[in-house]
């Protein structure tokens, strides 16, 4: 897997990336281990971390976070629940993923998200 920054917004986290990764970039390990500098507001009540595989256009997996946190873990069996979901039962794991960070406000507002 490899992963990339692609897009950033000031009203998300910054420095948005994957910390297990070899330094051409490739992933390293069953899971994926996601990092972030959170966003200092009293406006931001929590994260949403979402994925998807690069050939489909909907998310496996969405997730809420704490806006106290600066970091994710994406583990393998998440993975393959989602490959499962997706593809009628199949056993298998995603191996070509997107991830995407937004932040939420109290309201229930997203932000523009952070990809990589």
């Not at 994926?32 to 507001?41: H, K, M, N, Q, R």
Request: net charge neutral.
């Amino acid at each position: 897997m490899l992963f990339r920054s692609v897009s950033q917004s000031r009203y998300c986290p910054s420095n948005f990336r994957v910390s297990n990764v070899a330094p051409d970039g490739t992933f390293i390990g069953p899971n994926v281990d996601l990092v972030w500098e959170p966003v200092i507001s009293p406006f931001v009540s929590s994260y949403q971390i979402s994925f998807r595989n690069l050939a489909n256009t909907e998310f496996f997996f969405v997730e809420g976070i704490p806006a106290n946190s600066s970091s994710f873990v994406f583990s393998l069996s998440e993975n393959m629940s989602g490959y499962a979901s997706i593809n009628g039962g199949a056993v298998g794991a995603y191996r070509q993923l997107t991830a995407t960070i937004v932040t939420r406000t109290a309201s229930g507002r997203l932000s523009e998200g952070v990809m990589i």
